[in-house]
């Protein structure tokens, strides 16, 4: 199946309604990913546009620049901001009755948040990945929510493999020199090299306005492309009623203290 394939998606209000939120976990439930159109306000989105814009001028030690020197733009990430930049809490908060249903859980805690800004004219891609084997973390109940501040077109939009969240896991690499830092290699399963056959996997992806948003499941294989414009993403990391952390023999990314807290958005 063909990047042509038709996606799920769903315009709603900063609110979705019940049946709204039905649809959309039924979609999640088959393809591991769908979009949100307008979740978020205009005000709540201004204040996360200032909030970024803050975490670049004041990066926090986890900050990695993520292309390389050679490259005309810039792609900046860094990481577990929230306690700085409040909008990030406050956006997690706004956003977790989705997560939940989507998830089918009944509470749900923020992870972390992460911050993916490439600048205009920024040629490095993101390669195809699972965001899940990265992490401390296992269970089914890991969820991510993408959202830009700026217009971001289908070409410099984030990409899935639909059904992909139903596993296996995937080797983790570095994006830049494809080491395996994190499993020993060999211990899992290769990611497929999608771009040499993309007519051979079900590619789902939108075009997004500021505001929108896509939820995926934390193996659902993704990728980006470079960007022609600026490209300003916070992504936040949701947590429900079976992901447990779990300790690791290596430095997990992002890097997590082992008693770090992380905030309820949602009791059970």
Known sequence: MSDSTVPSEMSTSPDPGPADLAQLALDYARDGVVCVRGVVGPALLARVATAIDDNVAHPSPLAQVASGIDDPGLFVE?????????????????????????????????????????????????????????????????????????????????????????????????????????????????????????????ILGWALQPGDAVFFHGLTLHAAQGATGRRRVVSIRYLGDDARRVPRQWRCSPPIPADATFPLLIDA
Not at 92 to 97: N, P
Not at 144 to 170: I, Y
Not at 178 to 198: C, H, I, Q, T, Y
């Open 78 to 202: 860094d990481f577990c901001n929230w306690h700085r930049f409040p909008a990030y809490l406050e956006l997690a908060q706004a956003t977790a009755a989705v997560a939940r249903s989507l998830m089918g859980s009944r509470s749900v805690r923020l992870y972390h948040d992460h911050l993916l800004v490439k600048e205009a004219g920024t040629r490095q891609p993101t390669p195809w990945h699972q965001d899940q084997p990265y992490y401390d973390v296992d269970g089914r109940d890991v969820i991510s929510m993408w959202l830009p501040v700026d217009p971001v077109p289908r070409e410099a939009t984030l990409e899935f493999v639909a059904g992909t969240h139903a596993g296996p896991w995937l080797m983790p690499r570095t994006f830049m020199r494809n080491e395996a830092k994190w499993f020993p290699e060999g211990s899992l399963v290769d990611v497929p090299d999608v771009e040499a056959d993309r007519d051979g996997f079900p």
